[in-house]
Nanobody, 125 residues
Framework: QVQLVESGGGLVQAGGSLSLSCAAS????????MAWFRQAPGKEREFVAA????????YYADSVKGRFTISRDNAKTTVYLQINSLKPDDTAVYYC??????????????????WGQGTQVTVSS
């Protein structure tokens, strides 16, 4: 089993920044593909960013490129999401996910085995 706990969400004005964290515990963290997804009210969960086990391969959704940065610290078994230039459309619950089963399915939420409870990000205009 893997436990994922997100933190760092909150209420911020448009143009502001937030730093999200996802602390992992349980099974080995270093070999796992990690990702962030988000889900806005009334919408499907959507891919935000992902990072492979050593940080050498990083993926972003087009909607967040240039504003979001994913990183990981394997020593701390934590993955981060730095969010800059926030927009009201970024308002959502942000989820951390781990253990991608198929490398060709990085943006697909169905291919991640473990999920955190989510952290709310609200951006006011």
């Amino acid at each position: 089993q893997v436990q994922l706990v997100e933190s760092g969400g909150g209420l911020v004005q448009a143009g502001g920044s937030l730093s999200l964290s996802c602390a992992a515990s349980g099974r080995t963290f270093t070999g796992n593909f990690m990702a962030w997804f988000r889900q806005a009210p009334g919408k499907e969960r959507e891919f935000v960013a992902a990072i492979n086990s050593n940080g050498g391969r990083i993926y972003y959704a087009d909607s967040v490129k240039g504003r979001f940065t994913i990183s990981r610290d394997n020593a701390k078994t934590t993955v981060y999401l730095q969010i800059n230039s926030l927009k009201p459309d970024d308002t959502a619950v942000y989820y951390c996910a781990s253990e991608l089963s198929t490398i060709s399915r990085v943006p697909d939420a169905n291919y991640y085995r473990y999920w955190g409870q989510g952290t709310q990000v609200t951006v006011s205009s």
